[in-house]
Antibody, heavy 122, light 113 residues
């Protein structure tokens, strides 16, 4: 059973860089998209972007200029960096695997990490 | 971006009664080449990450109780809980995955009446 464990700095000042890492346990890293999703306090869910094990990435245009998702296949880990953070980046950040069916069609998220709260405040 | 709109925003249902949550997309999420609706439903309890309930609009995830069902096609979808249990109190989200950026509905807060 695949489990995701995530960690990273929780308190940042405006203009700093957010950095989070997610480790994949109990399953293959290959063949899947690996995703970051965030949830501002008391609000809904926003897809940040994803990375395929081949190395290709896709980002939400609302964040694309500031976001990088990368991976370390040797450690079965993937990471998120968001530069020049502001208070609007305050959120719980979740990592998740993008699920695929047997035909290779993908897009739902399961499983999810427990979430990492990030607060941006001066 | 595809906008997902859920209704109602909040819903109170008696134990054992049916709960119905609607989700409407701003454009069709039916992908012609696969003839599948690229829509998922999630349940999020307080302090927890979302949990996948349904994908392909109507396929129940393994382990999800059969009182949860999904229906609809194109732009209009419904999540139904046939007999509400106390543990179903949560916020429910729909999500489209036909195109990036993947987007979610604003959520429906389900409570016990």
């Amino acid at each position: 059973q695949v489990q995701l464990h995530q960690w990273g700095a929780g308190l940042l000042k405006p203009s700093e860089t957010l950095s989070l890492t997610c480790a994949v346990y109990g399953g293959s890293f290959s063949g899947y998209y690996w995703t970051w999703i965030r949830q501002p306090p008391g609000k809904g869910l926003e897809w940040v972007g994803d990375l395929h094990h081949s190395g290709s990435t896709r980002y939400n245009p609302s964040l694309e200029s500031r976001v990088t998702i990368s991976m370390n296949t040797a450690k079965n880990q993937f990471s998120l960096k968001v530069t020049s953070v502001t208070a609007a980046d305050t959120a719980v950040y979740y990592c998740a695997r993008t699920g695929c069916d047997s035909s290779g069609y993908c897009g739902w998220f399961d499983p999810w990490g427990l979430g990492a709260p990030v607060i941006v405040s001066s | 971006d595809i906008v997902m709109t859920q209704s109602p925003d909040s819903l109170a249902v008696s134990l054992g009664e049916r709960a119905t949550i609607n989700c409407k997309s701003s454009q069709s999420v039916l992908y012609s080449s696969s003839n599948k609706n690229y829509l998922a439903w999630y349940q999020q309890k307080v302090g927890q990450p979302p949990k996948l309930l349904i994908y392909w609009a109507s396929t129940r995830e393994s382990g999800v109780p059969d009182r949860f069902s999904g229906s609809g096609s194109g732009t209009d979808f419904t999540l139904t809980i046939s007999s509400l249990q106390a543990e179903d109190v949560a916020v429910y989200y729909c999500q489209q995955y036909v195109d990036t950026p993947y987007t979610f509905g604003q959520g429906t807060n389900l409570e016990i009446k």
